[in-house]
């Protein structure tokens, strides 16, 4: 059995702070309990694998970096063990995806549906419409009526003048269903998320999970917004139970070493905004003054080394010793 740790052509892996810096990999193996062999994600096709190998890889904000993956990964999926697995790197930077994974996986706790086309959007006012690819809170719009949705539609999924003036002309040449038809061949499509609206929230909470510890950030919703993440009204309290516990159980179904978890809190329960599992930020990890670790039937809150290298290993090397029989790695 091989371990691989596949990095950017530039020795990128992961994100380390911003989206161009990276983690020092030298610090990163020092701390692994295991022997790796690293490789570039440029090099994959040149490297012979066999089924007990595993390849621990590193996505990217950089869309054709994530399509490069996509696609060479796909059949390797079927021969390795990949971490992340092929699910996350298809829901990184794609909510669309995330919420074919929470429908197909049954968590999540929020209505959504994944669309293409604006006039089949079916939940009621008020709801959440976002654009598919991108992460944080660019692209995510607050619809409470027609008149709102009439705007994304406008914004987003009308066609521009040359193509408007194109169907005038073939709608005075062509039969009505003809015309039908060839209207719908050229209609404008968008890849978005419609999202259940969770009415009077004030805050919600960004978790970092690392192997068993749990970094937590709350995050205030933003003044005559509706939006938490990028508000920069951030601090670091202690948690509510409810979400550690519900932290937890998405870590269970996700089955990864690192995730972020965008989790929100209501009357109802807990609920999943938005998930990755590879490339997120660590704002959190590297600020909060306190991690928190399951132990017994208790949450115990520990003081944070605030060290990301040390912490990726640790993550690592708590997962591979509950999936590949490593060596077991103390807290």
Request: with cysteine; net charge positive.
């Amino acid at each position: 059995m091989t371990i691989y740790l596949l990095i950017m052509p530039n020795g990128t892996f992961g994100s380390a702070g911003q989206s161009w810096k990276k983690l020092n990999l030298n610090r990163l193996k020092i701390n692994l309990d295991f022997e790796v062999k690293v490789e570039t994600i440029d090099n994959i096709n040149n490297l012979t694998f066999n089924k007990h190998d595993v390849l621990i890889y590193t996505s990217s904000e950089n869309e054709v970096i994530r399509t490069f993956l996509k696609n060479n990964l796909f059949y390797l999926k079927d021969t390795v063990r990949l971490i992340p697995s092929y699910d996350l790197l298809m829901a990184h930077e794609d909510k669309g995806f995330q919420e074919i994974l929470k429908h197909k996986e049954g968590f999540g706790n929020l209505k959504g549906n994944y669309i293409f086309d604006i006039d089949k959007s079916s939940l009621k006012f008020p709801k959440v419409l976002k654009t598919s690819q991108g992460a944080g809170s660019s692209g995510v719009f607050l619809v409470k009526n027609l008149k709102e949705l009439a705007k994304i539609k406008s914004d987003f999924f009308t066609d521009d003048l040359k193509r408007r003036l194109i169907k005038l002309q073939r709608k005075i040449k062509l039969s009505s269903s003809d015309y039908q038809t060839y209207k719908y061949r050229y209609k404008k499509f968008s890849l978005f998320v419609e999202q259940q609206f969770i009415p009077d929230l004030k805050h919600d909470f960004k978790v970092l999970v690392f192997g068993n510890r749990y970094f937590v950030l709350k995050r205030s919703i933003r003044k005559n917004d509706f939006r938490a993440s990028g508000s920069g009204n951030f601090e670091f309290v202690e948690p509510p139970r409810e979400v550690l516990e519900y932290a937890r159980e998405v870590a269970s179904i996700l089955d990864n070493p690192y995730l972020s978890l965008d989790i929100a809190q209501s009357a109802t329960g807990c609920h999943l905004i938005e998930f990755q599992g590879t490339n997120f930020g660590p704002y959190t990890l590297l600020n909060a003054p306190y991690r928190y670790v399951y132990q017994g039937k208790d949450w115990v809150a520990e003081n944070n080394c605030k060290d990301l290298e040390s912490n990726y290993a640790y993550a690592l090397n708590y997962y591979l010793k509950d999936n590949l029989n490593l060596e077991k790695v103390e807290g």
